[in-house]
T-cell receptor, first 109, second 113 residues
């Protein structure tokens, strides 16, 4: 059974700070998603990666397959980045997602 | 950007009643999923659907649950006899191919009284 762990569970940052959220998983995966969930509940996929690093705007995601670890970085954080960030591992022939518990990020002015 | 559409956004039902949650995936997508999130807990996989059949299902997806793609556009989740513990946000998701981006609907909040 794949376990996906995230840290920290909660994170408060001031605007402009560099933020890192970590994710580790216990079994081999084909890819990993970083997702954003806003208070209304909707989920948006930010990245899907299977190796190396991806960048989109102020967001950077990295993955180390050998160490079974991924990180999401937010540079120059802004209050609009406040949300729950979730990592989810892709496994199986059906490519189902196993979700982490999420990191609740609050960015203040 | 194309969207996955879910209806209704909220559904309240009595225990023991049947409910059908509806989803319209993005039109050229081939892989379909249902997930749920009980309040305060992490999102859980329920079922995946490809080529008009279930490709994988979780332990949660017991005989009370079924999925259907009746007309080539809608993708439905039916719960035959709802229980209190079925109260959750149910998310539909779809993607065009295995290694591609997954798109989520905005969810249906199901409350079983």
């Amino acid at each position: 059974k794949n376990e996906v762990e995230q840290s920290p569970q909660n994170l408060t940052a001031q605007e402009g700070e560099f933020i890192t959220i970590n994710c580790s998983y216990s079994v081999g995966i084909s890819a990993l998603h970083w997702l954003q969930q806003h208070p209304g509940g909707g989920i948006v996929s930010l990245f899907m990666l299977s190796s190396g690093k991806k960048k989109h705007g102020r967001l950077i995601a990295t993955i180390n397959i050998q160490e079974k670890h991924s990180s999401l970085h937010i540079t120059a954080s802004h209050p609009r980045d406040s949300a729950v960030y979730i990592c989810a591992a892709v496994t199986g022939t059906a490519s189902k997602l196993t979700f982490g518990t999420g990191t609740r990020l609050q960015v203040t002015l | 950007e194309p969207e996955v559409t879910q209806t209704p956004s909220h559904q309240v039902t009595q225990m023991g009643q049947e409910v059908i949650l509806r989803c319209v995936p993005i039109s050229n997508h081939l892989y379909f999923y249902w997930y749920r999130q009980i309040l305060g807990q992490k999102v859980e996989f329920l079922v995946s659907f490809y080529n008009n059949e279930i490709s994988e299902k979780s332990e949660i997806f017991d005989d009370q649950f079924s999925v259907e793609r009746p007309d080539g556009s809608n993708f439905t989740l039916k719960i035959r006899s709802t229980k209190l513990e079925d109260s959750a946000m149910y998310f539909c998701a779809s993607k065009v191919d295995v290694g591609e981006k997954l798109f989520f609907g905005s969810g249906t909040q199901l409350s079983v009284l």
